[in-house]
């Protein structure tokens, strides 16, 4: 396999642990990957100027101050269901993005499972999932607080015995024979 010019194989001196085991094996680093992904992407991203800033995302300081302040289950509910609907907007653009990518010259049909395909549809579907998990962990909580699970009813400890499985004892017997007295 040739070796992109840009390839250098590495000594260790004020080399990281991935740029090491790159030299080793004779592989591109993941810096090395964007790097060249980045130089010859240049005349496309001259031609699709893409925004430099990154996707703006809720300050979390009034979330955090509003959760250090809360005392209840219902004001922590409170907090986070409105931070998971500020990062709702967000999180959904990620996922249709990383869909379409998947998708991208009809490369996912037919895919193998931990192909590049298979893998950005998956991270679509767990970048979804994250909002939903937490969904789900805030109304746990609210659940145990307001609609608690009912406790059985147990029988009274004399009751206990019969519970067992077990036939009942017989009613009391009068003795057998002949009664003293009469």
Do not use: C, M
């Given at each position: 396999m040739p070796q992109n010019p840009?390839?250098?194989?590495?000594?260790?001196?004020?080399?990281?642990?991935?740029?090491?085991?790159?030299?080793?094996y004779g592989i591109a680093t993941r810096r090395d990957?964007?790097?060249?992904?980045?130089?010859?992407?240049?005349?496309?991203?001259?031609?699709?100027?893409l925004p430099d800033k990154p996707l703006p995302s809720?300050?979390?300081?009034?979330?955090?101050?509003?959760?250090?302040?809360?005392?209840?289950?219902?004001?922590?509910?409170?907090?986070?269901?409105?931070?998971l609907d500020a990062a709702e907007l967000a999180l959904?653009?990620?996922?249709?993005?990383?869909?379409?990518?998947?998708q991208w010259r009809g490369q996912h049909r037919g895919a193998e499972k931990g192909s590049p395909p298979k893998l950005l549809m998956e991270a679509a579907s767990r970048s979804l999932s994250v909002a939903a998990i937490a969904d789900e962990a805030d109304l746990t909580t609210l659940r145990a607080e307001y609609d608690p699970a009912p406790t059985p009813n147990l029988p009274p400890p004399s009751q206990a015995r019969a519970s067992t499985g077990l036939p009942p004892a017989p009613p009391h017997a009068p003795p057998a024979g002949p009664t003293p007295g009469r």
């Open positions: 840009d390839f250098e194989l590495y000594d260790n001196v004020g080399r990281d642990a991935d740029q090491i085991a790159a030299a080793r990957l964007l790097r060249w992904a980045r130089r010859d992407a240049k005349p496309f991203l001259a031609e699709h100027p809720p300050g979390l300081a009034p979330y955090l101050a509003a959760l250090a302040a809360a005392e209840t289950p219902a004001e922590v509910s409170a907090v986070t269901q409105h931070l959904r653009a990620v996922s249709d993005y990383l869909f379409a990518a998947a």
